[in-house]
């Protein structure tokens, strides 16, 4: 997001998609990524930072809009300059930030965050702690949540008391309401205080989820150490019954699909990476998109292979350029993309 989209009129802070009949509601975190100047280098060596707005579930309610479908964010920012300005960001992406809340004393959450040159991200986090780990159950704006069509969040406001009540209250809220449950773990482990405690957190809300998207890393953590190509393994360990699809992201090679009745691998699209950041966000992003708009794609193979095939083109389009919500794509960008290439 350029700067200038960032300045100007902050008081028309809300934007209200209202009822929707695909509308995709994201619960979390929201932030700022604080990313070094130049690439390859530790935290501690980079000259410079810039800012950009981050957080998974905010990142998939912009990319959900930009391909032209109905988002809407739920979620606790500092009443604060940056937290206004992440506000503002939404609604400029057209993303419904009426059920965003403003904390008057914690401060909106910072992250920096660096590729390093060996290949390894590493992270440092401010939330100690930061408003969206504050979010009240009595907070939450229930009719918004009622209105999803798909509710979709994460694992980390699970960390820490009383978000994790709230999102379990929202869940809930959904859950009666008829939304299909979509949820994707986003594995930060230095968030947590413990390997033990991030797997039983993480692990606690997995049979409540319609729709799972993990990685490969996720696999093999999340099963203690078994092998993420082991179709047996995940089938057995991270398929529980009432699972309508779980998809498995392989970044660049694609990704694998499980279904009660079949599963598969979808190739990826070919690109020169320039920045990760955000590409499993934009892969959801495609497939909630899609999916709000007509469910029975969780039981007809060959339209969830091209839903698929769509979605890795959303992650691939976001690794060609810098930052997470900068770089979703729209529908244009995606179908230029998958005109100019094959599948691998």
């Not at 009949?21 to 990524?33: A, N, Q, R």
């Not at 780990?133 to 949540?145: A, F, G, P, Q, W």
């Amino acid at each position: 997001m350029g700067e200038n989209a960032i300045s100007g009129n902050l008081k028309n802070l809300t934007i209200d998609t209202g009822d929707s009949k695909t509308l995709v509601v994201c619960f979390g975190e929201l932030l700022i990524d604080f990313v070094p100047t130049v690439g390859g280098v530790s935290l501690a060596e980079a000259p410079a930072f810039k800012k950009a707005p981050g957080g998974a579930p905010a990142n998939v309610a912009v990319g959900i809009s930009r391909l032209g479908g109905s988002s809407a964010f739920v979620g606790k920012v500092g009443d604060d300059e940056f937290g206004r300005m992440l506000a503002e960001i939404l609604r400029l992406n057209n993303v419904d930030n009426s059920g965003m809340r403003f904390d008057n004393e914690a401060r909106t959450a910072l992250t920096f965050v660096t590729l390093r040159g060996d290949g390894e991200r590493e992270f440092l986090f401010f939330r100690h702690p930061s408003a969206d780990m504050l979010l009240l159950e009595s907070e939450l704006d229930k009719n918004l949540i009622q209105k999803a069509k798909i509710f979709h969040y994460g694992s980390i406001s699970l960390i820490e008391e009383p978000c994790r009540s709230t999102q379990l209250a929202a869940m809930k809220i959904a859950k009666a309401s008829g939304s299909l449950l979509s949820y994707d773990p986003n594995l930060r482990l230095p968030l947590w205080p413990s390997e033990e405690a991030a797997r039983k957190e993480i692990m606690s809300i997995w049979n409540l989820a319609d729709v799972i998207k993990i990685s490969e890393e996720e696999i093999t953590f999340l099963t203690g150490g078994d092998d993420p190509y082991d179709d047996e393994a995940v089938l057995q360990k991270l398929f529980h019954p009432d699972l309508k699809l779980l998809v498995v992201s392989e970044g660049p090679n694609g990704c694998r699909y499980y279904t009660q009745e079949f599963k598969g691998k979808v190739g990826g699209v070919k690109v020169k990476p320039v920045d990760t950041t955000g590409a499993g966000d934009a892969f959801v992003s495609g497939l909630l998109n899609s999916l709000a708009s007509d469910l029975t794609l969780l039981t007809d193979e060959k339209k969830l292979r091209e839903v698929l095939f769509f979605a890795n083109a959303c992650g691939a389009v976001t690794v060609t350029e810098r930052g997470a919500i900068p770089a979703m794509p729209t529908m244009d960008a995606v179908q230029e993309l998958l005109s100019s290439s094959s599948r691998s």
